[in-house]
């Protein structure tokens, strides 16, 4: 999958919108890592059952320790975390744009993303 750093624009498609990437994450480049919260978790599960973008061929992770790990992890508690994008609107006026694989990421690579990421997803899925 393609590296983005956390909070550049995002111009993976043609948006009308703007957005800022956020878990686009290669083995080639260190990440922030920290314990999230299960609610976060929870709430990017959930935006994860609508992916948009989900065209664009299969992904496995590349954090995983060897290709049978990731395929294993590619499915997840009903979800296909190889394919499409999370996309979350602030309340700030910020868009981000996320790979549906940011759940698997977050839940095995200890991966902790920007926390105004976390406090949009989190209000988001209140809302
Ligand atoms: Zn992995």
Redesign the pocket.
């Known amino acids: 999958m393609t590296y983005y750093e956390d909070l550049t624009p995002y111009s993976y498609s043609e948006t009308e919108e703007k957005y800022l990437n956020v878990g686009w994450l290669s083995p080639e480049h260190a990440y922030v890592q920290g314990d999230p919260s299960d609610n976060l978790i929870e709430s990017l599960k959930g935006l994860a059952r609508s992916p948009c973008n989900v065209f664009r061929g299969i992904h496995f992770?590349e954090?995983?320790p060897s290709f049978d790990?990731?395929q294993e992890?590619v499915h997840r508690d009903g979800l296909f975390l190889g394919s499409g994008e999370i996309r979350i609107h602030s309340s700030r006026g910020v868009n981000y744009a996320a790979p549906v694989m940011i759940v698997?990421?977050i839940e095995?690579?200890q991966y902790l993303p920007p926390e105004e990421f976390v406090r949009a997803a989190l209000e988001y899925s209140i809302t």
């Open positions: 992770c954090l995983c790990a990731a992890y698997h990421y095995v690579h």
